[in-house]
């Protein structure tokens, strides 16, 4: 992937796509390509072989480098990259034809290619999402096979924009100085559209083809709450946006210091903000009065990379750490929510023909039930240092509740026994398979939280990472908001307590409609709670 930065246009260029993340930005056009420039043959079969071994291993070790300074969803993505590289498998024919005199470039590109259509043809939703991963890998190795730096030109104000942004160049880049992101394809749902909300960055997809040949815009104006963008503005035009994101920072200013009060809607009617985590180190340097507890607290980061599976004491110390963070606040804790997009070494089941509709989340909990008691011992431990609530994923018929609430209590029973201080928490269960939300009421749950990435997924029978059905995965959906709907309504029989904690729970554009289906708690990312209190404010029964 190389970087042309530049000069000028002749003429304003308007584009409308699909809001991906929010926010407004201005900046200098950054265009990223995969026509990568070729690199003359050393001649010999040996030389090439070992440079592409070398581009491979510094590949390999990029990624590594990155994995360090993230955690969460965005290390799993980059950890299946490193996984991927090391996979001999992978570069076998591009070594053969480096055997009978292609460069080693030449042959890389072609062996990526093919499995890149192999993947992009599979008819599992899973394989074809992983396509992406697979161009990241080759033009990461064939930068570095040709001597580019991928991102080199990119300052940290760059508007940056092409066909699409691969996770790792993404999490490369340092979003904290400003800039954006402006795609021709991608999708808001894909992986790096969650990692630039996450981080802040304005991002706008499904631009279309982008209207220039050779030199790209000098400027570009981004809007990514309304999915417009604006290359080469005009002087008035640029001036007219500038006001608007000078009142757009002075409105988060003010919700910056609202922050820390409850959340009202106009009417009076109090909202529960509570937050999603996928690792302790979200929390670090935040005051936790500026939410009401923790929604989800995703406990996959502890099964990445190569670490093995962890053990009772490691789980109870990173539970009670987060505990403890929360000072008496109710921190709801989700179990291993493993297969699907977030294979585990070790634990998730290899070439499953459609892993979204095979064993995952509680469903690989209750096949391995060895790995699911650890889970569940340390969270019992960890009951005693504060308000918590153990969520269960992927639940789609009460047996599977049952089940589990069986195993907790045999693992809560032989604690006891053993004299090692616990409590039981109470279970509860995610809500993103419409089976559960069309039968809540028939679940003996002690609380329900709607999953709205799966439920979306699931209900629009649109994958989140594929582009050409980006539109039909709208949260906003009569079909969707009605699933809530009944969600809500199942909790209010019961007299339980029914929170959101997808994407979806933090789309200000949603919240009026998200509010009228009843829901009174709202679970999202540490950096959306103040925009999310002011949308809220916004609201009226």
């Known amino acids: 992937m190389t970087v042309s930065v530049r000069p000028e246009i002749v003429g304003e260029i308007h584009l409308t796509g699909h809001p991906a993340s929010p926010g407004l930005a201005i900046g200098p056009v950054a265009v990223l390509t995969s026509a990568m420039a070729s690199r003359a ?7 090439e072989a070992a440079a592409l071994k070398a581009a491979i291993e510094a590949a390999a070790a990029q990624l590594a480098e990155l994995i360090a300074t993230v955690h969460g969803e965005a290390a799993e993505i980059l950890e299946f990259q490193v996984a991927m590289l090391g996979d001999d498998a992978l570069a076998e024919s591009a070594y053969e034809a480096i055997a009978t005199g292609t460069a080693a470039d030449d042959a890389w590109r072609a062996a990526l290619d093919v499995e890149i259509a192999g993947y992009r043809a599979a008819n599992e939703e899973y394989f074809r999402a992983r396509a992406a991963d697979l161009v990241d890998i080759r033009d990461r190795v064939l930068a570095g096979l040709i001597g580019v730096d ?12 092409g066909e699409d942004i691969s996770p790792s160049t993404f999490l490369a880049l340092d979003w904290s100085r400003g800039g954006a992101i402006a795609l021709a394809s991608g999708s808001p749902s894909s992986h790096v559209a969650m990692l630039a909300r996450s981080r802040g960055a304005p991002m706008v997809v499904g631009l279309g083809s982008l209207p220039w040949n050779g030199e790209p815009p000098s400027l570009a104006l981004v809007d990514g709450d309304t999915g ?9 035009t640029r001036r007219l946006f500038e006001h608007r994101m000078a009142a757009a920072n002075a409105a988060r200013i003010v919700a910056d210091a609202n922050r820390f009060k409850p959340a009202l809607t106009a009417d009076g009617r109090r909202i529960a903000v509570v937050l999603n985590v996928a690792a302790p180190e979200d929390l670090a340097g935040l005051d936790p009065a500026i939410c009401d507890g923790i929604g989800l607290v995703r406990t996959e980061f502890l099964f990445e990379g190569s670490r093995g599976l ?22 709801t804790i989700r179990t291993l929510d493993a297969g699907g997009d ?3 070494a070790g634990l998730t089941i290899d070439n499953e023909r ?31 240092h504060g308000t918590l609530k153990v969520m269960l994923p992927m ?13 907790l209590d045999a693992e809560f029973a032989a604690l006891t026994a053993e004299g090692i201080a616990c409590a039981r928490p109470p279970i509860g269960i995610m809500v993103e398979v419409p089976a559960a939300a069309l039968c809540a009421e028939e679940f003996g749950a002690a609380f329900y939280s709607i999953g709205s990435n799966d439920l979306t997924q699931y209900t629009m029978a649109a994958a989140r990472d594929i582009s050409a059905v980006a539109d039909l995965n709208d949260a906003g959906h009569p079909a969707v908001l009605a699933l809530i709907a009944r969600t809500v309504e199942a909790g209010r029989e019961r007299g339980v307590e029914v929170s959101l904690c997808g994407d979806a729970a933090a789309d200000t554009r949603l919240m009026r409609a998200l509010l009228a289906t009843g829901l009174t708690t709202l679970s999202v990312s540490p950096n959306a709670v103040a925009r999310v209190k002011a949308a809220i404010a916004g609201v009226t029964a």
């Open 41 to 47: 043959a050393k001649g010999d079969p040996v030389q």
């Open 150 to 161: 991928a991102i080199a030109k990119i300052s940290g104000d760059s508007v940056v924009t």
């Open 228 to 236: 417009t963008v604006i290359f080469d503005p005009k002087p008035e």
């Open 310 to 331: 962890p053990g009772e004491d490691a789980q109870y110390a990173v539970y009670r750490r987060i505990l403890e963070w929360a000072a008496g606040r109710p921190v």
């Open 342 to 344: 977030k294979p585990i």
């Open 354 to 384: 459609n892993p979204f509709l095979g064993l995952r989340g509680i469903r690989l909990s209750l096949a391995r039930p060895e790995v699911f008691r650890v889970q569940l011992r340390a969270l019992c431990r960890a009951a005693m």
């Open 395 to 407: 639940i789609a018929i009460p047996s599977e509740l049952d089940r589990a609430n069986a195993i």
